[in-house]
């Protein structure tokens, strides 16, 4: 499955799920993942053999969250990232990476 697929798939779950109704509620949704994120690495830190699986879950949530919202704009996902990661190489060649 490529990113613009899974980005589907995505939507179509969040959909079922009566989440993301618009984008800006699907922005903070994710912003909240990246605060659980943030919170399981923490304990993740501290006891690395039981939280693996949750920290890897919350990571997972944030890239599900985005493709979702993906999809949901209509965003060819895979060539955003593509050319994005361009532009960032091309940063640190530079020394510009801020």
């Not at 493709?67 to 091309?90: C, F, P, T, V, Y």
Request: negative net charge; contains cysteine; proline residues 1%.
């Amino acid at each position: 499955m490529n990113l613009n697929e899974a980005s589907q798939k995505a939507l179509e779950i969040a959909e079922k799920r009566g989440i993301h109704e618009n984008t800006m509620e699907a922005l903070k949704h994710c912003a909240c993942e990246v605060v659980e994120a943030v919170e399981s690495y923490t304990r993740f830190v501290y006891s690395p053999k039981e939280e693996t699986d949750n920290f890897c879950d919350e990571l997972a949530d944030i890239v599900i969250c985005v493709l979702s919202i993906s999809a949901k704009e209509n965003i060819d996902i895979e060539n955003a990232i593509a050319r994005k990661m361009l532009i960032n190489e091309g940063r640190a060649k530079n020394g510009l990476c801020k």
